[in-house]
């Protein structure tokens, strides 16, 4: 089985060529065109531009790194939702003509699934999912016979949340890595931690009432110069990923639960990695990362969950193939298990 991948939820549009031998999976091909700017953040128009502009270049390039055509490939997946619409529409429409051109099945899968079921290439058996994303924040796992959401932010996703902070802080986006940085060489000199609002609530987090504040804080001019921007990095980045792993630690006990996958791209962040591997330790869990490469948007994870479905039965026809860009993790019907 050799299954051609496409990923287009957000910024990223993103192609893999994924196989399926003697029940193993290989990636043989993961490429990546990301969309960028200086100033704000994700407009949908533009992202859609974006796509439509890069699509093809990927494919051709997704394929040839794989030393594939479409006359090798059995399968073609793609992310069906959640998502932006405008993204996920330029996605769907490139599958679709693939599809009905090359005569190749098709099937819609869904982005934040994927995140947990690309784990399975780590050998995580039944794990937590701290899920965290520019969208997205969630802890997932496996129960009752479906994916459940046992928490999530109320508000914005923490990859929002940084990016929206990195912007008043002049960082562009994404901000994320420039956040990850400049905490880095705060926690060199020992700086001092600036106590902000912890703002967990049961199993859920919030994050839009500390943006409010780390915002009107900026405003006030107290973290013009660098050494403070650097000091504010640490101290934010410390207070939401322990509210994060709060919620995460409190999933694995209550699922009694022995693995913890991380995935989205916040979870590239440094600090985050140290922290969940810290907690990890201390609960005798095992802790999953997978590489940078299969945290942040991409098509392998949506190519590995494509094949795990098809395998178990599911097709999606051409007619059932539009976007759903609200599709929630939790309204997944899972029968690969």
């Given at each position: 089985?050799?299954?051609?991948a496409?990923?287009?939820?957000?910024?990223?549009?993103?192609?893999?060529?994924?196989e399926?031998?003697?029940?193993k999976f290989?990636?043989?091909s993961?490429?990546?065109d990301m969309?960028?700017?200086i100033?704000?953040?994700?407009?949908p128009?533009?992202?859609?531009?974006?796509?439509?502009?890069?699509?093809?270049?990927?494919?051709?390039?997704a394929?040839?790194?794989?030393?594939?055509?479409?006359?090798?490939i059995?399968?073609i997946?793609f992310?069906q939702?959640?998502?932006?619409?405008h993204?996920?529409?330029?996605?769907?429409?490139?599958v679709?003509?693939?599809?009905i051109?090359?005569?190749?099945?098709l099937?819609?899968?869904?982005?934040c699934?994927?995140h947990?079921?690309?784990?399975?290439?780590?050998?995580?058996?039944d794990?937590?999912?701290?899920y965290?994303?520019?969208?997205?924040?969630?802890?997932?796992a496996?129960?009752?016979?479906?994916?459940r959401?046992?928490?999530?932010?109320?508000?914005?996703g923490?990859?929002?949340?940084?990016?929206?902070?990195?912007?008043?802080?002049?960082l562009?986006?994404?901000?994320g890595?420039?956040?990850?940085e400049?905490?880095?060489?705060?926690r060199a000199?020992?700086?001092?931690y600036?106590?902000l609002?912890y703002?967990?609530?049961?199993?859920?987090?919030s994050?839009?009432?500390?943006?409010?504040?780390l915002?009107?804080?900026?405003?006030l001019?107290?973290?013009?110069s660098?050494?403070?921007?650097?000091?504010?990095?640490?101290?934010?980045?410390?207070?939401?990923?322990?509210m994060?792993?709060?919620v995460?630690?409190?999933?694995?006990?209550?699922?009694?639960?022995?693995?913890?996958?991380?995935?989205?791209?916040?979870?590239?962040?440094?600090?985050l990695?140290?922290?969940?591997?810290?907690?990890?330790?201390?609960?005798?869990?095992k802790?999953?990362?997978?590489?940078?490469?299969?945290?942040?948007?991409?098509?392998?994870?949506?190519g590995?969950?494509?094949?795990?479905?098809l395998n178990?039965?599911?097709?999606?026809?051409i007619k059932?193939?539009?976007?759903?860009?609200?599709?929630?993790?939790?309204?997944?019907?899972?029968?690969?298990?």
């Amino acid at each position: 089985m050799t299954c051609l991948a496409i990923e287009s939820t957000a910024h990223t549009f993103g192609v893999s060529v994924v196989e399926f031998r003697k029940n193993k999976f290989s990636i043989l091909s993961n490429v990546r065109d990301m969309y960028k700017t200086i100033k704000g953040g994700m407009i949908p128009v533009q992202l859609s531009e974006h796509h439509m502009e890069c699509f093809d270049q990927v494919i051709k390039e997704a394929l040839s790194r794989a030393n594939r055509s479409l006359k090798d490939i059995n399968l073609i997946a793609f992310s069906q939702g959640p998502g932006i619409g405008h993204a996920l529409r330029i996605g769907a429409a490139a599958v679709r003509s693939l599809s009905i051109q090359n005569k190749i099945k098709l099937i819609g899968v869904n982005h934040c699934v994927a995140h947990l079921e690309i784990a399975s290439i780590y050998s995580a058996k039944d794990p937590v999912l701290l899920y965290a994303s520019g969208a997205n924040t969630q802890v997932i796992a496996y129960d009752g016979g479906k994916y459940r959401v046992f928490g999530e932010t109320l508000d914005i996703g923490i990859g929002n949340f940084l990016d929206s902070f990195g912007r008043e802080l002049g960082l562009g986006f994404p901000a994320g890595p420039k956040i990850d940085e400049m905490a880095q060489k705060a926690r060199a000199r020992n700086a001092k931690y600036i106590e902000l609002p912890y703002n967990v609530k049961g199993m859920d987090v919030s994050f839009s009432g500390l943006f409010t504040l780390l915002k009107n804080m900026i405003k006030l001019g107290n973290y013009d110069s660098l050494e403070k921007k650097e000091d504010l990095c640490f101290s934010v980045q410390e207070t939401v990923f322990a509210m994060l792993l709060e919620v995460t630690e409190r999933a694995l006990a209550h699922c009694e639960k022995t693995e913890l996958v991380l995935g989205g791209g916040v979870a590239c962040n440094s600090r985050l990695k140290e922290m969940s591997q810290i907690m990890c330790k201390e609960r005798d869990v095992k802790c999953i990362i997978p590489e940078n490469q299969y945290l942040v948007d991409n098509a392998a994870m949506i190519g590995v969950l494509g094949i795990k479905m098809l395998n178990a039965g599911n097709i999606t026809k051409i007619k059932d193939s539009r976007i759903n860009p609200y599709e929630r993790t939790d309204d997944v019907k899972v029968n690969w298990k």
